[in-house]
């Protein structure tokens, strides 16, 4: 392999920092919008499957049936699913939003219900002896509760659509998709290692910035860490 910088492009060698010096913005640019697809799809998913999630939680043919209709989505390849979409949505970014909202509700919608079901019945009585009304126990003791489950379906869905948006490819619209596929298209190996090794590091950013905030929004689990490693 050749690793000098001049002549790496023309010996097509996997490692090539000439790649990186002369494709620097169409790169940057993939990043970038590998990183919105990622946020807005866990956002949207979140937002979505959050009320479903409570207002399906006491019903069990309810539950049931969403959790059904959820993983039957998640089941389907995500080459199909997408283009299922497109004769509705069209070639445009929305057709990939959509399917990657799809796929991270299921994980999400789970993890909502099981952080919910998981709260110790005798702090919920606690908080009715206390006179708290419905909706104040769910904002004030259930959901926070419930935040570590949540926080682990986020990280689960956050990591899968990092990998899962790559399809995008398919409309133009898969952020560092794109450059994979046009790197194993053409056989340009710098491109596809560039971009296979962007993803991984966008993964794990991501995860670890999860990590971090349910470290900071749940404090009583930091106090636990805390005694435990002292």
Same mark, same amino acid.
């Given at each position: 392999?050749?690793?000098?910088?001049?002549?790496?492009?023309?010996?097509? &060698?996997?490692?090539?920092?000439?790649?990186? &010096?002369?494709?620097?913005?169409?790169?940057?640019?993939?990043?970038?919008?590998? #990183?919105?697809?990622?946020?807005? @799809?866990?956002?949207?998913?979140?937002?979505?499957?959050?009320?479903?999630?409570?207002?399906?939680?006491? &019903?069990?043919?309810?539950?049931?049936?969403?959790?059904?209709?959820?993983?039957?989505?998640?089941?389907?390849?995500?080459?199909?699913?997408?283009?299922?979409?497109?004769? #509705?949505?069209?070639?445009?970014?929305?057709?990939?939003?959509?399917?990657?909202?799809?796929?991270?509700? @299921?994980?999400?919608?789970?993890?909502?219900?099981?952080?919910?079901?998981?709260?110790?019945?005798?702090?919920?009585?606690?908080?009715?002896?206390?006179?708290?009304?419905?909706?104040?126990?769910?904002?004030?003791?259930?959901?926070?509760?419930?935040?570590?489950?949540?926080?682990?379906?986020?990280?689960?869905?956050?990591?899968?659509?990092?990998?899962?948006?790559?399809?995008?490819?398919? #409309?133009?619209?898969?952020?560092?998709?794109?450059? #994979?596929?046009?790197?194993?298209?053409?056989?340009?190996?710098?491109?596809?290692?560039?971009?296979?090794?962007?993803?991984?590091?966008?993964?794990?950013?991501?995860?670890?910035?999860?990590?971090?905030?349910?470290?900071?929004?749940?404090?009583?689990?930091?106090?636990?860490?805390?005694?435990?490693?002292?």
């Amino acid at each position: 392999m050749n690793f000098r910088t001049g002549d790496c492009l023309e010996a097509n &060698s996997w490692i090539c920092g000439k790649f990186l &010096s002369t494709r620097h913005d169409q790169v940057v640019a993939a990043l970038q919008q590998h #990183i919105e697809l990622t946020v807005e @799809t866990v956002v949207i998913a979140l937002a979505v499957s959050l009320p479903l999630a409570i207002a399906v939680r006491r &019903s069990r043919r309810a539950r049931g049936g969403l959790l059904g209709l959820a993983t039957a989505i998640y089941t389907v390849p995500s080459l199909a699913l997408f283009g299922l979409l497109v004769p #509705i949505t069209g070639l445009r970014p929305a057709t990939v939003l959509v399917g990657l909202v799809l796929y991270s509700l @299921t994980i999400l919608i789970r993890n909502v219900l099981a952080g919910l079901e998981n709260v110790p019945s005798d702090v919920v009585e606690a908080a009715r002896g206390m006179g708290m009304g419905r909706m104040r126990i769910l904002l004030t003791v259930e959901l926070p509760l419930a935040l570590p489950s949540i926080f682990a379906g986020l990280r689960v869905a956050t990591v899968s659509t990092v990998a899962l948006a790559t399809i995008g490819y398919l #409309i133009g619209e898969g952020g560092l998709g794109n450059l #994979i596929h046009e790197g194993l298209t053409n056989y340009f190996k710098a491109e596809v290692l560039t971009a296979s090794v962007l993803c991984v590091l966008l993964a794990i950013a991501f995860d670890a910035v999860l990590v971090g905030l349910q470290f900071l929004v749940t404090p009583w689990a930091r106090i636990r860490w805390t005694r435990r490693t002292s």
